[in-house]
């Protein structure tokens, strides 16, 4: 069946018209002329796969990678970075016009490293060590990954080597900026570690056992440091911490220049796991209060007081949706980064009952983003929105919007 690319989907897939139903193609490029297969028939929509080109963009690149053409990770490899930019834009553009009827979007701040730039790999273990194909279970054995920083792929062709991992189905190396490495182990119980732990030992990088039948309980932690800036976070094994080091900088310094703070100002940040943007507005305020659920994160960010000699800041643990209530007094203004699904309308009005000065909102995900403007636009104007390219060669992009009280 041929068909012709029309444009590219939000994930960054190819979008045709298949007798009038919409059809999504991966590794496919706008005005490229394709035979497909279709593997996935829904009521709205298809799925497709090429099985034979006809006539390639002129955008289209030869992928990095080898194993590219079957694995999960990455999506956007067969299109020049100059173009992968400009697709993110218009896809922030798009969607806050279509969804929110807002537009004037800064350009896209660029990330310096298109490759080797993840601190962090997740790795599924079999015979070797490998990332998931897509929508498959089954793996994609690697050597190495273009993603992730040389170091991590030195840990992982080492690590094939020695091909001994007796009960792990999981494992996640970690390097945040500094020479602390830690590699984690997800076993499926609770045994002795693998032989590859000798590997760990020998070369001083610190490790975590964590058992999958006690709901991922960890038996074994070390934590490492993470350096961004003029601070140092210590970082838990299941702690997030964003993955591109360079460019969350670039990031938190944007909010930072939006908050536009001062002196006298308390500012309520949420979701603010181990406390990292919250910290990094504290040389400039009077206060900061953070607000996290997951328990380990704040202790983490109670540690992270201590070791960077902050004292203006404060943590509570608890559902921002619950805790947000507990406050009466105002805030100049407030941090919100929420997960993927985005702000709650609970947390919305809670927003608007406070009646803060600024809101700076920071998001993964320029749909729930969208949604979630749309219902704060009512009471506070939209200064800037920038989005901010964490994630080459995917289709993701984090944004950072700037709304002033009206």
Excluded: W
Aim: net charge positive.
């Amino acid at each position: 069946m041929k068909c012709i690319i029309e444009k590219l989907d939000h994930q960054g897939r190819g979008i045709s018209f298949i007798d009038g139903k919409i059809t999504f193609i991966e590794n496919a490029l706008p005005g490229e002329e394709v035979e497909i297969k279709i593997t996935n028939e829904k009521k709205k929509f298809n799925e497709a796969i090429i099985t034979k080109r006809i006539k390639n963009s002129e955008k289209r690149i030869e992928p990095k990678c080898p194993y590219y053409n079957e694995c999960g990770g990455c999506n956007l490899l067969h299109l020049g970075y100059k173009d992968q930019l400009e697709y993110k834009q218009n896809k922030v553009n798009d969607i806050l016009k279509r969804y929110a009827d807002i537009e004037s979007v800064e350009k896209i701040i660029p990330s310096d490293d298109e490759f080797n730039y993840r601190n962090k790999v997740t790795l599924k273990v079999d015979k070797k060590l490998g990332y998931f194909k897509r929508k498959s279970n089954d793996i994609v054995y690697i050597d190495k990954c273009e993603l992730v920083q040389e170091n991590i792929n030195k840990i992982i062709n080492d690590l094939n080597k020695i091909n001994e991992f007796n009960n792990v189905y999981e494992i996640v190396i970690r390097n945040v900026n500094s020479n602390d490495v830690a590699i984690t182990y997800y076993l499926h119980k609770d045994t002795k570690l693998p032989l590859t732990n000798e590997y760990v030992r020998k070369n001083g990088y610190k490790f975590n056992k964590i058992i999958k039948n006690n709901n991922c309980k960890i038996k074994e932690e070390s934590k490492i440091i993470g350096k961004l800036s003029n601070f140092n976070f210590v970082i838990s094994p299941q702690a997030f911490f964003q993955v591109n080091t360079k460019q969350t900088e670039k990031l938190y310094n944007k909010v930072i220049e939006y908050l536009e703070p001062n002196e006298n100002d308390i500012i309520m940040d949420l979701y603010c796991g181990t406390g990292t943007i919250g910290m990094y507005a504290t040389p400039f305020v009077k206060k900061v209060i953070g607000v996290e659920i997951c328990k380990e994160a704040i202790e983490d960010a109670k540690t992270n007081m201590k070791i960077n000699n902050v004292e203006n800041m404060e943590f509570i643990c608890g559902d921002t949706e619950i805790v947000i209530k507990k406050f009466k007094d105002k805030f100049d203004s407030i941090i919100v980064d929420p997960p993927r699904s985005g702000l709650t309308n609970s947390v919305i009005n809670d927003l608007f009952r406070l009646d803060p000065n600024k809101i700076v909102y920071v998001s993964c995900d320029p749909i729930t983003l969208a949604r979630d403007l749309k219902i704060l636009k009512e009471k506070y104007n939209i200064i800037n929105i920038t989005p901010v390219d964490m994630f080459p060669n995917t289709y993701h992009v984090e944004t950072i919007v700037m709304l002033s009280k009206r």
